[in-house]
């Protein structure tokens, strides 16, 4: 194989999406022979609060190089400058000694830099497209009308076009995101898009029965069927309130439900948890190491996914959901998740939820659909679950996606 080097180029660490989304694909690269770093592009202020990283054991971990680039992110074309120097100088370093140098950003906002070096002999460049850029600012900014608000949203269209335009290949996470680039870029060609879900790594993400009563002997678990909720809870889209509306509505009905939410958000989750007027043997609340998630989701009978109706969420492919199908756990999913939803129908791995109306339907007793399918899930029999489990390696693991991306790396 020609001598290959990849640069990933990546904001700041975030704990679990970090793990899995970005360290986790890196390692296995570097395990195949694809020699990858990382450089991780962040406002020198968050650089000085996380000054505390261990770069040389994340560097171990994903078996490449990890650095930190803290830049003034005042000002959009500073930001490019700044980027385009360093990635000018890992040039020079790289251009005697590789054949193909890719520099792969999950960061638009980083395009015109990454157009500028395009030019350069060797060079090749990815944009790894986590989600529609300009409609989450657009989320953001909802009801904001300043001058301000204005420029990043047109500043960030320029980026998010430049970034799709400038790349010999563009993975996105859906095919509704797919679609969305296709919409924004009239001369864009499908076969310069591939889609690479939210995907997780079966070796870290596997049904094991013994794993399960181990787990639920740890937790003091009997006859309980156990809700799981595995992410954030401060994003607003994350409708956190929305999972102690799902619980309640089921225990109205089925009061042997309980919660598990493993959040870095703590906090949320406590207050939210006395809001609702539910104890600590109805709600876990608790942080979990990234190698541990496994086992909780081993100990639960279904993984909860709930999401506005949004573009953010429409075009998402949030890597939890991988997780808990690899768990061998069933899915509630609200429909608003396009791509994910689909699959829970045409899979039959879980129970999707047209609208956060239905909670009150099952509170007021009018309705048992979604109640039915909790207790369908009491005991679900070691068979289905490796059967879910199945249908996860199949189709949402890493493992499933690294031929299609090698043929990327060697044919660009």
């Not at 000054?51 to 959009?76: H, Y």
């Not at 830099?113 to 409609?135: H, M, T, Y």
């Not at 993400?205 to 156990?226: H, P």
Request: proline residues 2%.
């Amino acid at each position: 194989m020609a001598r290959f080097v990849r640069y990933y180029l990546m904001p700041e660490v975030w704990a679990t999406v970090t793990e899995s989304q970005v360290f986790g694909w890196v390692k296995l690269a570097n395990d195949n022979g694809y020699t990858t770093h990382c450089l991780s592009i962040l406002d020198f202020r968050k650089y000085l609060r996380n000054r505390s990283i261990d770069k040389r054991k994340i560097a171990s971990q994903i078996g490449g190089r990890f650095r930190q680039l803290p830049i003034i992110a005042n000002a959009s074309l500073a930001i490019d400058i700044q980027v385009f120097l360093v990635l000018l100088m890992i040039w020079m370093k790289e251009f005697l000694v590789v054949d193909k140098l890719v520099f792969q950003s999950r960061m638009s906002a980083v395009s015109y830099a990454l157009s500028w070096i395009r030019r350069f002999p060797k060079v090749r460049v990815i944009f790894d497209s986590r989600g529609a850029d300009v409609e989450e600012l657009r989320y953001t900014y909802a009801g904001k009308d300043s001058w301000r608000a204005k420029v990043r949203l047109y500043l960030a269209l320029l980026h998010e076009q430049k970034a799709v335009r400038t790349a010999d290949r563009v993975f996105v996470v859906s095919e509704q995101l797919q679609d969305y680039h296709l919409r924004k870029g009239r001369d864009l060609s499908k076969d310069k898009i591939i889609v690479v879900p939210g995907a997780a790594d079966r070796n870290s993400f596997f049904f094991d029965q013994s794993l399960r009563d181990q787990g639920r002997r740890d937790l003091g678990l009997k006859d309980e069927i156990v809700l799981v909720y595995s992410g954030g809870l401060a994003q607003k889209w994350a409708v956190p309130e929305k999972l102690f509306e799902l619980l309640q509505a089921v225990r109205c009905h089925v009061d042997n439900t309980i919660m598990i939410v493993l959040t870095p958000d703590v906090e949320i989750g406590t207050s939210l948890r006395r809001k609702f007027g539910l104890s600590e043997k109805e709600v876990l609340v608790t942080r979990a190491r990234y190698r541990d998630v496994n086992t909780y989701l081993n100990a639960g009978d279904i993984g909860l996914l709930l999401r506005e109706h949004n573009a953010t969420n429409t075009n998402a492919s949030p890597t939890k959901f991988s997780e808990y199908i690899l768990c061998g756990l069933p899915v509630i999913i609200s429909s608003s998740v396009t791509d994910l939803s689909r699959f829970v129908r045409q899979q039959e791995v879980g129970f999707v939820l047209d609208s956060f109306d239905e909670l009150a339907a099952e509170r007021s007793g009018r309705t048992k659909t979604l109640v039915e399918f909790v207790l369908s899930q009491d005991k679900l029999s070691y068979a289905t679950r490796i059967a879910i489990m199945q249908k996860g390696i199949t189709y949402l693991s890493k493992q499933a996606f690294l031929p299609k991306i090698f043929d990327v790396f060697s044919t660009i």
